[in-house]
């Protein structure tokens, strides 16, 4: 992208996230968005189709910029655990919106296939750290499909309960420890040969 893109990328991200702060994105429209952002409707609609397409790229992006753990084990899903957590209390108007008032169910969507395309991500890297225990009837693949989907909305149902009790920043590393708690014992085992 050249120079004049990136400036009309980032002002198009900085009008969605502020207004998506203040009313539910899919009450927005195209003409609020481009004007907010100082750009034509045309020029909207070369980065997004709608204003729901635009915040979801914007989240979708600074969450898929959250580090994998790097060799397993608690202390790096705790790690990445938190700093999800700190990007979800950053925007936290805008996913309480989505998560907690059930405004715009696409946010939902979007964090929860984020969480599980990276939980993907991390088991086809790493085939050991999947449970030996599970119950023989299904494929592999569908297997390690149903587990990241298990913890992917369990990771999202902590975060929706953690925004409607307020969303508290000081609570990140305590919500963290909570979620790897109960999230699956493959987060918490570190993997032969990866340590």
């Given amino acids: 992208m050249d120079t004049r893109q990136l400036r009309t990328r980032a002002q198009l991200r900085s009008a969605i996230l502020g207004l998506a702060a203040r009313e539910p994105v899919g009450t927005l429209s195209v003409a609020e968005v481009a004007r907010a952002a100082g750009v034509t409707r045309d020029t909207f609609y070369r980065y997004a189709a709608s204003p729901v397409e635009l915040l979801a790229g914007v989240l979708d992006d600074e969450v898929r910029a959250i580090e994998l753990p790097a060799q397993s084990g608690a202390d790096e899903f705790e790690d990445a655990l ?114």
């Fill in 82 to 195: 938190r700093l999800l957590l700190e990007h979800v209390a950053t925007h936290a108007a805008v996913y309480r919106a989505a998560l907690v008032d059930g405004a715009d169910g696409r946010i939902r969507a979007v964090l929860h296939d984020v969480v599980a395309a990276r939980l993907q991500e991390y088991l086809s890297t790493r085939p050991a750290a999947l449970p030996p225990d599970v119950p023989d009837g299904l494929p592999r693949d569908t297997a390690r499909a149903a587990l990241v989907a298990f913890s992917a909305a369990g990771t999202v149902g902590a975060i929706t309960e953690w925004l409607r009790a307020g969303g508290h920043a000081a609570d990140i590393p305590a919500l963290a420890r909570t979620v790897l708690a109960a999230g699956p014992a493959w987060w918490r085992t570190p993997v032969a040969g990866t340590a």
